[in-house]
């Protein structure tokens, strides 16, 4: 199974962290990212730019409209992830609760889905597309 482990932060948190020798920080998470790669848990991660790089497409009206804005709160924003493969959701569990954040932050954990919970759409033409896509792309 695979998990996606997504960053949060609280404005302490990021406050907090400025006070941290950056250095520090990059080797925390390196030799973090380096045990998951080790146990060959680690699929992909990837650390996210501040929200005021980013934009919002907004989905409500008839035609989707892009903003620079508004975002959430601080802490419903996330700041990167990791993609990991486990045996369980209680070793999913395990490997985010190494993961070297401060108080304030907080690592939201959910399960990517599989083709197993599709198979009652088995049939669909995208469902077995799908299946072909992620072999030629390697994801599987």
Request: glycine share 10%; aromatic share 10%.
């Amino acid at each position: 199974m695979k998990y996606m482990l997504i960053m949060r932060s609280t404005d302490a948190a990021i406050e907090a962290s400025k006070d941290m020798p950056f250095e520090e920080i990059i080797n925390a998470m390196g030799a973090y990212n380096e045990s998951m790669m080790k146990a060959g848990v680690l699929l992909g991660g990837e650390g996210l730019s501040g929200a005021e790089e980013g934009f919002v497409v907004d989905f409500s009206a008839e035609e989707p409209i892009v903003t620079d804005g508004p975002y959430g709160e601080t802490h419903e924003l996330f700041n990167g992830f990791w993609l990991i493969r486990a045996s369980s959701k209680e070793e999913a569990v395990e490997w985010a609760k190494r993961c070297p954040l401060g108080p304030g932050s907080k690592l939201e954990v959910r399960r990517v889905t599989d083709e197993s919970d599709f198979e009652d759409f088995s049939d669909n033409e995208y469902v077995q597309k799908e299946a072909g896509w992620r072999e030629e792309l390697g994801t599987n």
